[in-house]
């Protein structure tokens, strides 16, 4: 397959969405079918390329597995460059499962469903193409591009206030692109001319302490924050998921997260170190607020869709406090290479669990059209299925031993008590509380007298467990027998921290 490896599973989605366009809408049928079958092959190649990639091969930003390096703008000094490591290989698989599971939900979509089907294509493209891309202006434009179709997903096919909805989530997320424009263009000017994310990494333009450094760094990382979200930057976040479809919740849950914690890794720690060490406790504290605020407002909802919403606050929180703790340049190495570990993981395990949790949402909605935690209670005995997979990814979200969320989490608490064991007893603070409100949830579920409305309810069918049980069966393999992933991971770590000196 050689270096086109990586053009091919970026654009075959978009390939595939220019083909649904030849085919009429009235063959709903057709477009449901041919949307998920060549959805697999992306999926198929990002498993091709886990396999592939040495751990011991090229990682950035001394170089990039399958790479390509196109002059594409050579006036301006912009190259359609890619590449993949060990940081985005599991990411780009996260984001093809997803799409595929999610398409296999959506065969329910009525309303329009041949844009629907060709939005998910286009959003594919734009989500694969920010991991595999490594010229600044390329990550951009990919970054922008999957920002559109989530935006008519929300609107269109989303609830009551879905207008609302998108205009937030849009606008928040262009200011933040803004911002970010601006930091790349300054990087562009101070580092040679250039905007090739491994020769920008090696220049580290902005090295010494300045105030046009310290500038270029929050314009990239405020970017970044507002996609992940980070508190105080994620009011968009329960908007969008509440009104977005059960798939945009899914895919916003699941990938487009990862997108602002994936800026922290693949840009701000090896592009900025000197900043990222010298404001490591700043960011270290705004990760503890999200990951206690996160879990306590989470337990005040009414709305099930909307607790899962700020559970992702709170889960995410762990990603940024392992990066904030791996920038501490006086703490053991071995413990700020457990927490980056564990960001990693943290990220990929959100992904899988979030995800699962949203499919059910949505399916427990399509029977009951409420989420209103006071309208259910003893759905376990009338629907056991779609119970045991509640149960089941629920305690994966409170970390059960066993689950990727207790790796994950693990990970980050073990590596920061190394640093500060302060700020690992504050983090505390929210496993206990997600622990509460998990629970909290399944007992008024699941448990209870049946409201007489949903005695007839009738049990998850075969397109949702099909959606589901391979997001749970990951879940569970990488919680039990961790070391593969752990160590692939741990590459990208050690590569990272290489250069935070």
Request: charged share 10%; with cysteine.
């Amino acid at each position: 397959m050689g270096n086109w490896v990586l053009p091919a599973i970026t654009f075959l989605p978009l390939a595939a969405a220019v083909i649904l366009m030849f085919i009429p809408k009235e063959r709903v049928g057709a477009i449901r079918m041919l949307s998920i079958v060549l959805s697999l092959i992306p999926l198929g190649i990002s498993i091709w390329l886990w396999a592939a990639c040495s751990h011991a091969g090229a990682q950035f930003p001394n170089g990039a597995q399958f790479g390509i390096d196109i002059p594409w703008i050579p006036a301006l000094g912009v190259g359609f460059t890619m590449g993949v490591d060990s940081l985005s290989i599991p990411l780009i698989f996260l984001t093809t499962l997803l799409t595929t599971l999610c398409l296999i939900y959506s065969t329910i979509i009525e309303v329009r469903p041949k844009e629907y089907f060709w939005m998910f294509l286009l959003l594919e493209t734009g989500m694969v193409g920010v991991f595999t891309s490594l010229d600044f202006i390329l990550f951009f434009v990919f970054w922008e591009l999957s920002l559109v179709p989530m935006y008519f997903l929300i609107g269109i096919w989303g609830g009551p206030r879905r207008e609302y909805a998108a205009i937030k989530f849009f606008l928040y997320t262009m200011i933040g692109s803004m911002g970010m424009l601006l930091a790349i263009l300054a990087l562009y000017f101070n580092g040679g001319h250039t905007f090739n994310m491994l020769a920008l990494a090696k220049a580290q333009p902005f090295a010494s302490a300045s105030l046009a450094g310290a500038l270029v760094f929050w314009g990239l990382f405020v970017g970044f924050a507002i996609k992940v979200p980070m508190w105080p930057f994620h009011t968009w976040l329960p908007d969008a998921h509440v009104e977005a479809p059960t798939a945009g919740s899914v895919i916003l849950a699941g990938v487009l997260l990862k997108m602002g914690s994936y800026g922290f890794m693949r840009v701000l720690m090896p592009m900025m170190p000197q900043q990222f060490t010298a404001y490591w406790k700043f960011i270290a504290a705004l990760a503890l607020i999200a990951i206690i605020y996160g879990a306590f407002v989470a337990m005040a909802q009414t709305d099930l869709k909307k607790l899962i919403a700020y559970s992702s606050v709170g889960h995410m929180g762990f990603v940024t406090l392992g990066c904030a703790m791996a920038a501490n340049l006086k703490a053991p190495e071995v413990s700020r290479v457990m927490a980056l570990n564990g960001a990693q993981m943290q990220a990929f395990s959100h992904g899988l669990i979030t995800s699962a949790l949203f499919f059910l949402v949505g399916v427990v909605y399509e029977r009951a059209h409420t989420r209103d935690l006071a309208a259910f209670g003893g759905l376990g005995a009338r629907v056991p299925v779609y119970a045991g997979m509640l149960a089941f990814c629920s305690f994966a979200s409170l970390g059960l031993p066993g689950m990727t969320g207790f790796i994950a989490e693990l990970s980050v608490l073990t590596g920061t008590y190394g640093i500060s064991p302060l700020f690992a007893g504050l983090a505390l603070i929210g496993i206990v509380v997600t622990a509460a409100y998990m629970l909290w949830m399944i007992q008024r579920v699941l448990f209870g007298k049946l409201n007489p409305k949903y005695e007839k309810m009738p049990d998850a069918d075969a397109r949702e467990i099909i959606s589901i049980a391979p997001l749970m069966a990951l879940m569970l393999f990488f919680g039990i027998i961790p070391g593969p992933i752990m160590n692939f991971f741990n590459t990208a770590s050690k590569a990272m921290l290489g250069l935070l000196k």
